[in-house]
């Protein structure tokens, strides 16, 4: 467990990487410099560019004038939002002690410039006031401090008070730049930096010229500001060789480890999810206030009723708002990410905790919740939709996210079944629990559907949702069947042979009936591809779901059926025991000791269950006792038994384990 220091380090590192991301943000909220059309620029440019226009000589060197005035203008703005986001993003990366470097440099410079602009409003006023004051009562403020006139100094409506003020905020500010700085400690400077800041109001005081007041924030600046450009000139050489040292390591740290293990190492250093779900919650908040601010202003006006019978609209409309702001920028996006990964995370525990199981299977739905959840981002365009759009694109994405979520779930609570049913586990509360999660699994979507079809018209997001949905609960009730016979075989006196051949039809429906559902997911991507919202984003998860999910998945069916199929060929061209030969025999099968009701001989003359010994076949073809070959392969005696028996071994490796692993665990429990 981590301690109280040790926690509070590690938030505060957090919130030291915050800022980075809110400057990126910002310049992503302004699409880097690039203009964002509208319909009256479209409308503008149909109109200068159309054929029907007639444009002079001088008009059209007016127009080429300004679109190169406008395209140069354009691209500056667009390099400086890049070198902006750049250093933001070489800030965010940068090790603590470098970055509070930074934080002291920028503090530093930002005590400077609101020290000059309260110099600047003070004396303006204390100027302002002074003429005012001067023309009805002729005396200055160092008259009314040398004759101890407190009580013109403290009016409220006087330049005295002004003077004071000011006093105070520049004495504040010098103490903290005397303490963030990172300039020469000089004894001298350190004396004159509160003298610096403090000169304006001293020479408030003065009957000074009003030019040189006015003028005197200007050299009240100069030796802070010097100060800072000093520490970035001598600094310079040490940021290069910063930079240079962390390139070096990452060239190194990659040519030894990978460049997967240098995004692992720096995604953990730099706490990336803890970060983003601090900036996303933080921008939330901001947006928060606001619209609180806005809307007790709106509710001030109306009665209590009325406020009372509009506050769960407001605060319906509110979280609408919040949503949709949450979304409109690529780092808004990922902060909204991480959030939601945080949020899988525990529902993956608590449904962990429902199953009294504790395998990591929960860490794995928050991974892959967000990378869904962001890919679904990025192919929908979520963040260049319009306000009211974006606001249904994004609960149509949870839709996908809550079915793709329950297949997690499906993921958790299939080996525990099979599990339970395999052991012979007589716990029934374990029993009840795994029903339980298969009951939600199959009642959920059902209800999601039924209100789904209910609300909404028939559209090719409805289709999805609702192909996820029938695929899961499929899921669950293939799991249930296979759960079902494994339980009935356990109080069974005697070995159930056809169980092997019921467990593999079962999978083969519930397979197929998913390899179907991935090729109408397919067409029906194809569809909004072509006809609704194209882009390179959809086109390659579209090869991504064509290769694994439908090709890779008919090449493992279909090589598992012909396995399959070769394997019983091989088992039917063995002898079948007659009961008398078993009698005569007395024995259990050598694979699962077992009683043997029926059996299969070998050409050793080794007795054993048909389905055993087919199961045994999908991992070598000799016998398990003498290790002699089990079948006859050809007629030509020249062949190698043996080179014959390794190639069968090659092609049938790994079958058992990729179609029976439950039926494994049910025997070797036994």
């Not at 679904?376 to 996210?401: D, M």
């Not at 049913?421 to 795994?434: D, I, K, Y």
């Not at 043996?642 to 079958?655: I, M, P, T, V």
């Amino acid at each position: 467990m981590m301690s109280l220091r040790s926690k509070a380090l590690v938030l505060v590192e957090v919130l030291l990487r915050v800022p980075p991301l809110f400057v990126v943000d910002e310049f992503l909220k302004i699409s880097l410099g690039l203009p964002v059309s509208t319909s009256e620029e479209v409308s503008l440019l149909s109109t200068v560019t159309g054929d029907h226009v007639d444009i002079s000589d001088s008009d059209a060197n007016y127009y080429d004038a300004n679109f190169y005035n406008a395209f140069a203008l354009t691209l500056l703005k667009f390099f400086v939002c890049c070198l902006g986001c750049m250093s933001a993003l070489c800030i965010f990366v940068l090790y603590t002690k470098h970055l509070i470097i930074v934080y002291l440099y920028l503090m530093s410079i930002g005590i400077v410039f609101v020290s000059y602009w309260t110099n600047v409003s003070a004396i303006k006023q204390i100027q302002a006031l002074t003429l005012t004051i001067t023309s009805s009562h002729p005396s200055s403020i160092l008259e009314d401090i040398l004759n101890l006139n407190v009580k013109s100094l403290v009016d409220l409506e006087g330049p005295g008070i002004l003077v004071i003020q000011n006093f105070a905020i520049q004495f504040i500010l010098a103490v903290l730049f005397r303490n963030v700085h990172l300039g020469p400690r000089n004894a001298t400077l350190e004396k004159l930096i509160p003298m610096s800041f403090m000169a304006p109001s001293f020479l408030a005081m003065l009957p000074v010229p009003p030019n040189l007041l006015h003028h005197s924030p200007v050299f009240s600046a100069l030796l802070p500001l010097f100060l800072v450009k000093y520490v970035l000139w001598s600094s310079g050489y040490d940021v290069i060789q910063v930079m240079y040292g962390g390139y070096q390591h990452g060239r190194l740290f990659v040519s030894h480890n990978g460049l997967s293990a240098l995004v692992e190492t720096e995604w953990m250093r730099l706490n990336v999810p803890c970060v983003l779900r601090v900036f996303w919650v933080m921008r939330v908040a901001e947006q928060a206030i606001l619209l609180l601010m806005d809307n007790y202003d709106d509710e001030a006006e109306d009665g209590l009723k009325v406020s009372t019978l509009l506050a769960v609209q407001s605060l319906a409309s509110m979280a609408k708002s919040l949503l949709v702001t949450g979304c409109e920028t690529i780092t808004a996006v990922l902060g909204m990410t991480s959030v939601i990964s945080f949020f899988c995370h525990y529902i993956g525990n608590f449904f962990q905790w429902i199953l009294l199981t504790d395998e990591e299977e929960d860490k794995s739905i928050g991974t892959v919740s967000a990378i869904l959840f962001y890919i679904l981002a990025l192919q929908t365009g979520l963040t260049s939709l319009n306000p009211e759009k974006r606001f249904i694109r994004l609960c149509r994405n949870f839709c996908l996210l809550f079915t793709a979520l329950l297949h997690f779930l499906h993921n958790i609570v299939n080996p525990m079944l099979m599990s339970l049913s395999a052991s012979h586990n007589p716990s029934t509360h374990r029993h009840v629990r795994a029903l339980g999660v298969c009951a939600f699994l199959i009642i959920f979507p059902i209800s999601l559907l039924v209100y789904l079809w209910s609300q909404h018209s028939i559209s090719t997001w409805l289709l999805a949702v609702s192909a996820f949905s029938i695929e899961v609960i499929v899921k669950v009730i293939v799991s249930l069947m296979i759960y079902s016979l494994f339980l009935f075989d356990a109080y069974r006196s005697t070995f159930w042979e056809q169980l092997d051949d019921y467990v593999y039809y079962i999978r083969a429906f519930g397979n197929t009936i998913e390899f179907c559902f991935g090729i109408f997911l397919f067409f029906n991507g194809a569809w909004i591809l072509l006809f609704e919202s194209g882009g390179a984003i959809r086109a390659a998860m579209m090869c991504i779901h064509a290769y694994f999910n439908i090709w890779c998945e008919a090449r493992a069916g279909w090589s598992v059926f012909m396995k399959r199929r070769t394997a019983v060929n091989k088992i039917n061209s063995l002898r079948e025991a007659s009961a008398d030969q078993l009698h005569r025999l007395d024995d259990v099968c050598a694979i699962c000791y077992q009683e043997m009701h029926s059996a299969k001989i070998t050409r050793c003359n080794h007795f054993f269950h048909g389905v055993c010994l087919r199961k045994w076949l999908y991992v070598q073809d000799r016998c398990p006792l003498c290790h002699d070959i089990l079948y006859k392969i050809d007629n030509d005696p020249s062949k190698d038994n043996s080179e014959a028996g390794n190639e069968e071994n090659s092609n049938n490796q790994n079958l058992l384990l990729e179609e029976e692993p439950d039926l494994l665990l049910n025997e070797g429990v036994r």
